[in-house]
């Protein structure tokens, strides 16, 4: 598994999301895996950075602006888990607005182009009628789900939430985004994907590009 690159300022270059696999989010309902508390270069380079380099590595794990630059004018962290939590505080906090800013930088998770032209006719129509009601793409965490399972568990998830009102997709959606973010920054700072992924998607996660930055 290849690693990340370093930036001009000393940072890890964001991974890339691409079309066809969600970011990698940090997880899932009912399942908590543990998080390295220790120190590590990655945070310390985190908290070193310019403020410019700080926010726009933020903006990259989730996109709202004032969500970036609480977390980026809080440094120095003592440890991941410290970061983490007040990732999950700023986002509680965001105004809709705020969350709608970083919901409009989301891709929606999409299928590996091996998989069957059915497969992604079926896919694509269950997001056109998702966008449809509710204005805004899909996002889901798939982190505990092999790519094989994405297939069935964004179709399954489409089809529960196609159910909800507004309101309640708003605070569904606000979660997942909380997750994904949670992940993203774990790969900002430890520079791998997370151990508790499937091998195939850490093998993913450094060698196929995303289209949206991710530090």
Do not use: K
Request: glycine share 6%; aromatic share 6%.
């Amino acid at each position: 598994m290849s690693r990340p690159s370093e930036s001009p300022a000393g940072l890890p270059e964001p991974p890339r999301q691409r079309r066809g696999r969600p970011a990698a989010p940090a997880r899932t309902r009912g399942r908590t895996p543990a998080v390295v508390s220790d120190r590590t270069p990655g945070l310390d380079r985190f908290n070193s950075a310019s403020t410019a380099a700080a926010e726009d590595a933020l903006l990259g794990c989730f996109a709202s602006v004032r969500w970036a630059q609480r977390l980026a004018a809080h440094r120095p962290y003592p440890a991941l888990d410290a970061l983490l939590a007040a990732a999950d505080e700023a986002a509680y906090d965001l105004a809709p607005e705020d969350l709608g800013e970083a919901l409009a930088a989301e891709v929606s998770p999409g299928l590996h182009r091996t998989a069957p032209h059915s497969a992604h006719l079926a896919l694509s129509a269950a997001h056109a009628a998702y966008e449809c009601r509710f204005g805004h793409v899909f996002v889901m965490c798939l982190d505990s789900f092999r790519p094989s399972e994405h297939p069935d568990q964004v179709l399954a998830g489409i089809r529960t939430r196609l159910g909800h009102d507004r309101d309640e997709e708003r605070a569904v959606t606000a979660d997942e985004m909380r997750r994904l973010a949670r992940g993203r920054i774990i790969e900002l700072v430890t520079g791998t994907v997370r151990a508790d992924e499937p091998t195939e998607i850490r093998a993913e996660a450094w060698t196929e590009g995303r289209t949206e930055g991710r530090f």
